[in-house]
Every structure is written in C-alpha cells, then in structure tokens.
C-alpha cells in the first residue's frame, strides 16, 4: 500500500518537474497497529487514524487487524518493517483483546502480558528507526453504554488495569500515551458514552472515531 503512494507521489514530482512547477514533497506518513478499534470495525465510516493523518496532511498506512492482542502486534512487527521504516509516527492500540475474556477473573498476568509486549513492539518500532510512537488507551475493553456488560464494575475495574499497562508501557519507552476514558465518559466518569459507540457497543461510531482522532497530539517530525 505505502509503495503503491509513494508511486504516485513520483510520478507527481516528475509531471511537475516536466511542466516547470515546483516538485511536491512526498506526504508524511501515520502507521496504525493494533485491534479492532484503530481497524474500524463496526463503523463504517474512516477510522480515527486516517482521520488523524488527513488533519495532519499526512497519509494513513492502518495496519490495525479485529482481534488482535498485544502479542499479536508484537509478532507482525517483521512483515511491517518496510512500512515502519517509512513511518513519520506510528500509533499503537492493543491489549484489550488481551484481557476482555477474563475480566471478571484474574487478569494479573494478561496485563503483565500487555505491559511486556507494547514496550517490546516500541523497541522493535525504534529498532527499525527512531520515530515518534502514541500509545491510546480504552475507554472500555468490553462493551460498553446501553449495549454494555451486566457487571461494569468489573469491566471498569479491568479496563483501569489494561489502561495502567499502557500507560507503563509507554513510560518504560519514552512513547507518548493519549487517553481515551474521559472523551467517553466525561471527566467525572458518569457520562452516557452510548452517542459515540456503534450499535454493538464495543467499537466507536463515526462521531466515537472522530473524538479519538482529535486527543491526538500534532503529528511530530521524525527524531
């Protein structure tokens, strides 16, 4: 997908050099990995990263893929190298299919998992080269609003406990985390956030994935 853009972004820069006009400089890159929810799943609509590219001028590589957990991500790192080595930031946002079928249990050791293997997929982003990487955090690992679980005690419980492995994460790598929570539930937690999820209450509507795409800081030139 990213040589097939920057295949035509040649071919632009030659029919402008051909014509006398000044050559367009290639657009920047924004790649997302992760689940379903950077993915789109459920919407119908552009998913917030592309959203967020198109604000920022940039063009959108999604390498998100519904249901994948955060050792997923970590493990399609090497079929993603060429696209990373292209990237001018990368977003990153998994874990919650991580602990979402245990979250009424003992999730100790699946957001252990998540912590390991977000800090391990940033170093292999940075190993490919040194680029700016935002860590998103959930709202919800299960769903949510009036489609949501029975006990949401527990799912608020769990979802603090995958947003903490996150946020660790992103400390131990010096990756920027964004949050996620308050845009849903408002700051005080006790908002409906039922208006930006799709009807299966586990993935944001077009409204949902536009909130997510504007926490997003302004994209940073690489290192």
Do not use: K
């Given at each position: ?12 820069m030659l029919v402008a ?93 699946a957001t252990a998992g ?24 959930y709202w919800s690992i ?82």
């Amino acid at each position: 997908m990213v040589l097939r853009a920057l295949a035509v972004v040649v071919a632009g820069m030659l029919v402008a050099a051909c014509a006398g006009a000044a050559p367009v400089a290639p657009a920047r890159i924004v790649v997302a990995l992760g689940d379903s929810v950077p993915a789109g799943t459920a919407c119908g609509c552009d998913p917030f990263p592309v959203l967020y590219a198109r604000a920022q001028r940039a063009a959108a590589v999604n390498l998100a893929v519904p249901g994948a957990t955060s050792a997923d991500v970590l493990a399609g790192l090497p079929a993603a190298r060429d696209t990373l080595a292209r990237a001018d930031e990368v977003l990153v946002m998994a874990g919650a299919n991580d602990v979402a079928p245990v979250f009424r249990g003992d999730y100790a050791a699946a957001t252990a998992g998540v912590r390991t293997a977000v800090a391990a997929t940033i170093a292999g982003i940075e190993g490919v080269h040194r680029v700016p990487v935002v860590v998103l955090g959930y709202w919800s690992i299960v769903p949510d609003g009036h489609a949501g679980t029975a006990d949401p005690r527990a799912a608020a419980r769990a979802t603090a406990a995958v947003n903490d492995a996150l946020r660790a994460a992103a400390r131990d790598t010096g990756a920027r985390y964004v949050d996620t929570e308050a845009a849903f539930h408002g700051p005080d937690g006790a908002s409906d956030p039922t208006p930006l999820l799709a009807p299966d209450g586990d993935h944001p509507d077009a409204r949902g994935h536009a909130v997510i795409a504007a926490l997003l800081p302004p994209l940073q030139r690489r290192p």
